[in-house]
Nanobody, 115 residues
Framework: QVQFVESGGGVVQPGGSLRLSCAASRRDFRFYSMAWYRQAPGKQREFVAHITSGGSLVYASSVKGRFTISRDNAENMVYLQMTALQSDDTAVYYC?????????WGQGTQVTVSS
């Protein structure tokens, strides 16, 4: 069973930055596209950013230019650098493969943007 463990969330003021990390237990991690997703209170989980095995990047329009996804295949890690955070970015952030492995969602990491 693939497992993902997210960390790095917290409370930050508008305009601030955070870096999220995700440890993946997936075998042959380097061959899989990975993504970050988020779920805000009362809303469905949504796509945030995606990085392919070859390093190509895709971002949701709401975060493009502010967030950067990256990966370290040697360490089976995925990262999300978030800058210029806004209140609308408040959510629980999850990593998973793309498309997601439905049985492998982790607990996520809470990001709260508040003054």
């Amino acid at each position: 069973q693939v497992q993902f463990v997210e960390s790095g969330g917290g409370v930050v003021q508008p305009g601030g930055s955070l870096r999220l990390s995700c440890a993946a237990s997936r075998r042959d991690f380097r061959f899989y596209s990975m993504a970050w997703y988020r779920q805000a209170p009362g809303k469905q989980r949504e796509f945030v950013a995606h990085i392919t095995s070859g390093g190509s990047l895709v971002y949701a329009s709401s975060v493009k230019g502010r967030f950067t996804i990256s990966r370290d295949n040697a360490e089976n890690m995925v990262y999300l650098q978030m800058t210029a955070l806004q209140s609308d970015d408040t959510a629980v952030y999850y990593c998973n493969s793309r498309p997601p492995s439905e049985g492998s969602w982790g607990q996520g990491t809470q990001v709260t943007v508040s003054s």
